[in-house]
């Protein structure tokens, strides 16, 4: 298999960066305002989940690869489960508007399960994913 036909898409390094930022920040904020114990209860419900997400980012970057065999999807909090191409029932785009709001979600059905990802998850452009998937899917039909 040449390196061409394997991919990685991941979550970027800057929101990684500003997950941990904001948890730090919310952090220091609970140590300058322990006296309010309201804000203390919503500060630190803030920097737990800040800090959740980021560690998430930190030990399990890489939310989606691909290669001849198939794919790999993050599964549960930081795990991974390998899903062969013969599993794969649909690869596509949704969109939708709301209001102001623009989402797109890459979404891959296996005969059990839909697993859906973000741009924020990937790095890219859900389309252009998308389309990378169908190159690969493809090379292994033939």
């Not at 030990?59 to 001849?68: I, N, Q, T």
């Not at 599964?75 to 949704?94: F, K, L, M, N, P």
């Not at 979600?105 to 389309?127: K, N, P, Q, Y």
Request: glycine share 10%; net charge neutral; proline share 3%.
């Amino acid at each position: 298999m040449d390196a061409g036909s394997q991919r990685r898409w991941r979550v970027p390094p800057g929101h990684v960066a500003v997950k941990c930022a904001g948890a730090a920040a919310v952090t220091a904020l609970i140590v300058l305002y322990s006296h309010d114990p309201q804000f203390l209860f919503l500060a630190g419900a803030a920097a737990l989940g800040l800090n959740v997400l980021a560690l998430r980012d930190l030990v399990a970057p890489v939310r989606l690869a691909a290669d001849g065999d198939g794919i790999t999807v993050v599964s549960g909090y930081a795990g991974h489960r390998g899903i062969r191409w013969g599993e794969v029932t649909g690869i596509r785009v949704d969109e939708r508007r709301r209001l102001l709001l623009h989402t797109r979600m890459l979404e891959i059905e296996t005969v059990g399960d839909l697993h859906l990802f973000s741009a924020f998850d990937l790095g890219e452009d859900v389309h252009d994913v998308a389309d990378e998937l169908y190159r690969l899917r493809a090379r292994t039909t033939r």
